[in-house]
């Protein structure tokens, strides 16, 4: 049998080998840690749709600040928890609220710590809405002033990003102006740009306690169905000021990912979102897969698909793993 010169075997057959023909890697250094933060004192909760995952209360961030210098994790998300609804979401936006007191506490106790805000204010309302809601209709035009708020506040707290994440047309470039109107222009924008109506994220509404009341997010998520409207929403986003994008979820959304950043240059974010990391975690319980190689691969496929950084519950782990 006559062979081609090239035979693939040559490069695979020791580790060292594979290290060194390796085309993608995954490092710490792609990881965001996502935290909730819930209003109260003493809490360490686990969330029962995700198992190794928590809610904290400002005063217990101490010792997973602690963990993620050790770490070195280079960055983290805040989603916070009020223990008040309302309608128009008015804890979001409070100086004192539960995220601006959070953004203080991790930049005190680790100030070199990237520290980003989700911007969106489902856990707020009352509704569970991502804005003010006027005759059962989620009002975009009137939900930015309440978004800009909420990212102010978390800016003049001490954050380096805000995030927002709640699909209403025009928030960046009303976010961007409003941030260098107070003079914190050095304050960075990641627009969840390319954000789908996804049924992925089951369990971060009982993490969050963000399920809406009435109706979905369909109206103003974007379609699981489309890509070409993916580019649309980023090139938007770019154009109104985002320093970074980001598709969610990632897994089903590699082809939007490799899409993404085939076509713009910004850094680009992937959200690793929680039913991708339930669904592992339920398979690892039941001994179907080897939950340590299956969490490295996933992660290296989203980087793979283009992703620069990886927001991740998996990232405490994942980290400890490439670390040891």
């Known amino acids: 049998m006559q062979f081609p010169e090239y035979r693939g075997r040559r490069v695979r057959k020791t580790e060292n080998i594979r290290r060194l023909v390796r085309e993608t890697r995954l490092s710490v250094d792609h990881f965001i840690y996502p935290?909730?933060?819930q209003e109260g004192k003493g809490i360490h909760a686990e969330i029962g749709a995700m198992p190794g995952q928590?809610?904290?209360?400002?005063?217990?961030?101490?010792?997973?600040?602690?963990?993620?210098v050790a770490l070195r994790i280079p960055g983290v998300i805040l989603f916070g928890i009020p223990d008040?609804?309302?309608?128009?979401?008015?804890?979001?936006?409070?100086?004192d609220g539960v995220i601006p007191r959070a953004v203080k506490e991790l930049k005190e106790l680790a100030p070199e710590l990237t520290v980003i805000t989700d911007v969106c204010v489902c856990e707020y309302t009352s509704h569970g809405h991502c804005g003010i809601v006027e005759n059962g209709q989620v009002d975009n035009d009137a939900s930015l002033e309440l978004l800009a708020e909420m990212a102010l506040a978390h800016a003049r707290a001490?954050?380096?990003?805000?995030?927002?994440?709640?699909?209403?047309?025009?928030?960046?470039?009303?976010?961007?102006e409003s941030l260098d109107e107070e003079d914190l222009e050095g304050v960075a924008i990641m627009a969840y740009s390319a954000k789908y109506a996804s049924a992925y994220y089951g369990p971060f509404r009982e993490a969050a306690d963000s399920a809406p009341q009435f109706g979905?997010?369909?109206?103003?998520?974007?379609?699981?169905?489309?890509?070409?409207?993916?580019?649309?929403?980023?090139?938007?986003?770019?154009?109104?000021?985002?320093?970074?994008?980001?598709?969610?979820?990632?897994?089903?959304?590699?082809?939007?990912?490799?899409?993404?950043?085939?076509?713009?240059?910004?850094?680009?974010?992937?959200?690793?979102?929680?039913?991708?990391?339930s669904m592992l975690k339920a398979a690892a319980e039941r001994g179907w897969i080897d939950a340590n190689r299956v969490m490295l691969e996933t992660l290296t496929a989203i980087r793979r698909a283009g992703a620069d950084m990886i927001l991740t519950y998996h990232?405490?782990?994942a980290a400890r793993l490439l670390q040891g």
């Open 216 to 277: 979905d997010r369909r109206g103003y998520q974007m379609d699981p169905a489309n890509a070409r409207e993916a580019l649309r929403e980023v090139e938007l986003d770019v154009d109104e000021g985002a320093d970074i994008v980001m598709v969610k979820p990632a897994l089903a959304y590699l082809d939007i990912i490799r899409t993404v950043r085939d076509e713009f240059d910004l850094p680009l974010a992937a959200y690793n979102v929680s039913g991708e990391y």
């Open 35 to 37: 935290i909730f933060v």
């Open 315 to 317: 990232a405490l782990e």
């Open 158 to 176: 001490g954050a380096d990003i805000v995030a927002p994440s709640d699909m209403m047309d025009g928030r960046v470039g009303f976010i961007r």
């Open 54 to 68: 928590y809610r904290w209360s400002v005063d217990r961030l101490k010792e997973l600040a602690k963990e993620l």
């Open 84 to 95: 008040r609804k309302d309608p128009t979401a008015t804890e979001a936006v409070k100086a």
